[in-house]
């Protein structure tokens, strides 16, 4: 099942790098020219009239990426993009943006998947985006969290569900097949109320794998996010000083592209992934990034780079807020 129109690029936009002043992505403080909520909606608006005008129609965002819902409602409302257009929305709750537009701060969100933040937020994004999400999921669920287990929690989503949202979860960390595998067996009264993974697949932990198969394969909605590794698969390389891996830059100059396209060209390839995110802050990024779409890569193309999951994300927990 997916929820893009049936002649729309499987490569879609997330709007965490956009929505706030300071992300994990290698190269994101520079990527920003103005830091202000004015320079900053500009640059979305800029980023999102691209994408558009390239076919884009799947756009991701989540109560915590500052304000990225905001950002994604008030462009949808200026080029009139309602009911009946070819967009589609996705947002995330379950995380509170707490960084008060703060780079530096020393916490930028906060965790908590129960109740009464979902009854919180569901409104709140309703109103910041202008309409309801096409897709509305738990943001980075956990099985140690317990939002997997809460009655009240998947009631509630049961409810969204049969209104004809498509409710679902996405995951993080080195444990994510065995969170989503987890939630492809929750029922509420027998019926389960999820549809939709978002998952983080690419190259250097493709862990995730066999279970997003079989999600793909039970008519969920797969979107894979995080296919360049916050920027460690592009020419920033895996630390920032420009070392990309040696098969990935072999690749880009054989296709002449720059590695970001080749690394989302990987995430493409796998048969399961519905939707690819580009996470790209600029027009150029994003450019650069829809390289991808045409290019044709074999399903195990750059496995050799794969690493052990609890050292891929040690490294992710290691990158600075910038």
Known sequence: MTFLPADA???GLGLA?????GYINLGHGSDLADRSVEGLRAQAWAVLDA???AGVRYFDTARSYGL???????????RGLGPGSDVRVGSKWGYTYVANWRPDAQTHEVKTHDLPTLTRQWPETLAA???TPDAYLIHSATLDSGVLDNVGVLGRLAELAASGVQVGLSTSGPAQADTLRRALAVGVDGV???SVVQAT???????AGAALAEAHAAGWTVVVKEGVANGRLTAHGLTGQGDVPAPLAELAHEHGVTPDAIALAAVLAQPWADVVLSGASTTAQLAQ????LRLSLPADALRELAQPPAGYWAARAALPWQ
């Open 289 to 292: 990034n829809l390289a991808a």
């Open 51 to 53: 994408a558009w005008a």
């Open 68 to 78: 990225g819902e905001a950002f994604l409602g008030g462009w949808l409302a200026a």
């Open 17 to 21: 790098a956009l929505g706030r002043p």
């Open 9 to 11: 690029p499987r490569l």
């Open 129 to 131: 985006l202008g309409r």
């Open 201 to 207: 697949w690419n190259v250097l932990d493709p862990s």
């Open 192 to 194: 389960t109320p999820f």
